[in-house]
């Protein structure tokens, strides 16, 4: 069968691709690069739950596919829980990952080590062709590095450290890091879940 990971971040989508790789096989995984003219979602929603949602609806709705689709986003103790929901374009513009870790930092400068912690959140829905449809949700928490460590993933990864490890989610290897992060959380919550719908409600079938 076909699946739809609702993104057209190149990195959030391998991510994806690689945790959906938990699951049995015979999945066909597209991403919305193979469907350039599905529309831009407007996610307008207050919670990471309602913005996953938003996505995957109109993903399912345009493609006739099984869309699975993530919003991610850290809150930081300090911040009041900034950036929250609007992670992605804290700074702006949307995927402006340099600008949003540079406004982050700012922001956090000066601030001691123990009133530094935050948490990763990921909601990821999947919705069917035919409205059948469940969220589940994942975090992690950690603390905000004083600059940025490590070339590996993407958005606020190279600020986010697991004291524990003394790493930042960047500087971790894929496989260690989706062991621990609120994706891979959520995406091991979400096998049970995708594979009850499809069997119940059907999906289409890889052409």
């Not at 869309?67 to 992670?87: M, Q, R």
């Not at 700012?106 to 409205?131: E, I, N, Q």
């Not at 994942?138 to 958005?155: D, M, N, T, V, W």
């Not at 979400?190 to 719908?197: I, K, N, Q, R």
Request: charged content about 20%.
């Amino acid at each position: 069968m076909q699946v739809l990971l609702a993104t057209r971040n190149a990195a959030k989508g391998r991510e994806m691709a690689r945790l959906l790789g938990q699951l049995p096989p015979h999945l066909v995984v597209e991403t919305l690069a193979d469907h350039p003219g599905c529309p831009e979602a407007v996610e307008d929603g207050a919670t990471f739950s309602a913005n996953a949602l938003i996505k995957a609806r109109v993903a399912a709705g345009y493609t006739g596919l099984a869309a699975i689709a993530d919003d991610s986003g850290l809150a930081v103790a300090y911040l009041g829980g900034e950036p929250g929901v609007l992670s992605a374009r804290y700074a702006g513009r949307h995927g402006d990952d340099p600008g949003n870790n540079r406004l982050l930092l700012s922001k956090m400068a000066g601030v001691a080590p123990h009133l530094r912690g935050a948490r990763f959140v990921t909601a990821v829905a999947v919705v069917l062709p035919d409205g059948a449809e469940h969220v589940v949700e994942g975090e992690c928490h950690g603390l905000i590095a004083y600059r940025p460590r490590g070339s590996g993933g993407f958005g606020y990864d190279s600020l986010f450290l697991r004291p524990e490890l003394g790493l930042t989610f960047a500087e971790l290897a894929p496989a260690a890091k989706d062991a621990l992060s609120h994706r891979g959380r959520a995406f091991a919550k979400l096998a049970p879940v995708l594979w009850d719908l499809i069997q119940r409600h059907g999906a289409c079938p890889a052409n």
